[in-house]
């Protein structure tokens, strides 16, 4: 795979795409009626998109809010793992 940017180098980056092709089977048979469904589909997304951004910064406080944020949004995705393995009594 070519890559054209820099942050595309960065190793949590990829894992961080390799979690969203690992998360799609999950989503897809999951109902759309569920909440939590749409917010991990977001929040999976979240940590890709703000590893770029902040990555593209050029002061290290900046870099560090955006993969602050990143890191917040890896942990809403295991919440809402948890949340879906969770069996509610009957």
């Not at 890559?3 to 949590?12: A, N, S």
């Not at 951004?53 to 944020?69: A, L, M, P, V, W």
Request: hydrophobic share 45%; glycine share 4%.
């Amino acid at each position: 795979m070519n890559r054209y940017f820099d942050h595309e180098k960065l190793e949590v980056y990829q894992e961080s795409l390799a979690f969203v092709a690992w998360l799609e089977p999950l989503l897809q048979k999951l109902p759309k009626a569920i909440a939590v469904r749409d917010h991990l589909d977001r929040a999976s997304t979240s940590i890709a998109l703000n590893l770029a951004e902040g990555n593209g910064k050029h002061t290290s406080s900046d870099r560090c809010r955006f993969f602050d944020i990143a890191r917040g949004s890896a942990l809403e995705c295991a919440a809402a793992l948890d949340l879906l393995a969770f069996e509610r009594p009957v």
